[in-house]
């Protein structure tokens, strides 16, 4: 389970002959090539428990045994660490075999945040 909104590609359709058309899905960044399922909790609106939704989502599918990454993107007022308890935290990086140099989330509850 990982919670982002992130896109790199535009979505595209296809027509058939039917002159019907049809979505198709764009291409995962190479990060992600081993993720099966994106969930995204969003609202147009402020203080309606998204943060709470995501985490409570993370930390069952954990307990059921499945591998989540939670991502929190809010940039006014991140509180996953604080719900994750981890916001005394320290960024950790590491590198890459091809020597990129790559953050290391977070782990409780079984969860990899990032935020």
């Known amino acids: 389970l990982t919670t982002t909104t992130t896109t790199t590609t535009t979505p ?10 049809f979505f198709v899905k764009p291409p995962l ?6 993720c099966k399922k994106i969930v995204a909790v969003a609202s147009g609106k402020g203080g309606v428990g998204k943060s709470t939704t995501a985490t409570n989502l993370a930390v069952a599918a954990a307990k059921l045994g499945k591998k989540v990454a939670l ?13 994750m308890n981890v916001k005394d935290a320290t960024m950790k990086t ?19 945040i990032q935020s």
């Open 71 to 83: 991502l929190d993107a809010d940039v006014f007022g991140p509180s996953i660490p604080l719900l």
């Open 12 to 21: 595209k359709s296809v027509e058939t002959s039917s002159s019907k058309k």
């Open 94 to 112: 590491t590198t890459t075999k091809d020597g990129a140099k790559v953050m290391v989330p977070v782990e409780n509850f079984n969860v990899k």
């Open 29 to 34: 960044p190479r990060a992600l090539d081993g």
